[in-house]
Every structure is written in structure tokens, then in C-alpha cells.
């Protein structure tokens, strides 16, 4: 893989730290009155999770992870591991383990595409789309009179996930969802 210098830092970047991927979350250059420029880096391990912060000097290089982001198509589950299959053409798949899936389990619906971050052949994160839609399946019922500007109720959606929704809403209505913050948007135009 191609080498980085300090000046090419940016946000996103996924190099190799210590061995392991990792992902630059911030970087800010810091010029001190008296000796060399430095940048202050935070990263993100792929692998752990782990944020944590530490000093380049300026002109310092670090190994490109031989990271890639791939759009996947999500098909099903096993209960240990989630399969998914690439979109073009080869219709070759991966099976990612319950930590590389996380928070996007909520989220997953089969026959959707998700992006899938692979490191030597093997899923290391589940990205979802910024908004899903997804059926209501259990929830209070709804009463004629219930405005959007009234209060909010649980709803149990198609996957699993909980989320508070307008008195309203009624079970077997799809839903636009948020998956950054797990928030109700609107309904989904049919």
C-alpha cells in the first residue's frame, strides 16, 4: 500500500497503526511559536473500536490500511454470524461476526444494501444507510384525535428495534427511520 505524509491527513483516512487498521476521526495541525509543526491525530481502530490521540511530526509518513469500502447486499442470519453478498456480478459473499455488524443490527433488512469495510477478505464494520424504511409490528393503536404535536409511544419495528413514534402511528405502517440517532422521521411515501 502507498505510504501517507502528515500533510495528506484528513478525516477518513484509513492507515496502518501498531499493526492494526485504523481510521483518522481528527486531524489538527499545531504550529508552536518555537520548534518543529506537529499534527495531533485521533483514531479509530477498526478492529477494537478504540479511540485514542497521538503526535506526527510534521513530515512523517505511516502505511495506507488495505482497507475496502464495498456496497453489499444483506441476506441473512444464521444467529452467530450476518451474510452478506457483493452487488457486482461475482455474487460472492461474507459472513460477519456480531462486532463487526454492532449498532446496524437495529437496521438490517434483507435484500438492502449496506457497506460493508473488508480487511484481508473479512467484514470489519456494517455501515446502514443514513435512513431505513421499516414496518411497524407492534405498537399502542392509534385514536382518532392523536395529532403529531401530542406526546409519543414505543413502537417495535420489523427488526427488533424500539423507537418512540407519534400517537398516530399505526401497526403495519413502514416507517422512514434516522439509523445515526435511531429517531421516527416520517412515513414512508408508498
Not at 483518522?24 to 511559536?33: T, Y
Not at 478504540?50 to 442470519?77: H, P, Q
Amino acid at each position: 500500500m502507498a505510504n501517507y505524509s502528515t500533510n495528506e491527513f484528513k478525516s477518513g483516512l484509513k492507515l496502518m497503526v501498531d499493526g492494526d487498521p485504523c481510521s483518522i476521526l481528527e486531524n489538527e495541525l499545531v504550529k508552536p511559536g518555537k520548534g518543529q509543526a506537529f499534527n495531533r491525530v485521533k483514531f479509530r481502530n477498526l478492529r477494537t473500536g478504540r479511540v485514542w490521540e497521538r503526535t506526527f511530526k510534521s513530515g512523517e509518513s505511516l502505511e495506507g490500511a488495505d482497507v475496502m469500502d464495498l456496497d453489499m447486499e444483506y441476506l441473512y442470519t444464521d444467529g452467530e454470524f450476518w451474510y452478506f453478498m457483493m452487488t457486482d456480478g461475482s455474487f460472492e459473499q461474507h459472513a460477519a461476526d456480531a462486532k463487526a455488524v454492532g449498532d446496524a443490527v437495529n437496521w438490517l433488512k434483507e435484500q438492502e444494501k449496506y457497506e460493508i469495510t473488508l480487511y484481508n477478505g473479512a467484514p470489519l464494520i456494517v455501515t446502514a444507510p443514513n435512513f431505513v424504511e421499516l414496518e411497524v409490528v407492534e405498537t399502542d393503536p392509534g385514536l382518532k384525535g392523536d395529532t403529531a404535536q401530542g406526546g409519543s409511544k414505543p413502537a417495535t419495528l420489523s427488526t427488533g428495534a424500539v423507537v418512540k413514534v407519534p400517537l398516530f402511528i399505526n401497526i403495519g405502517e413502514v416507517l422512514k427511520i434516522d439509523t445515526r440517532t435511531g429517531d421516527y422521521v416520517s412515513r414512508a411515501k408508498s
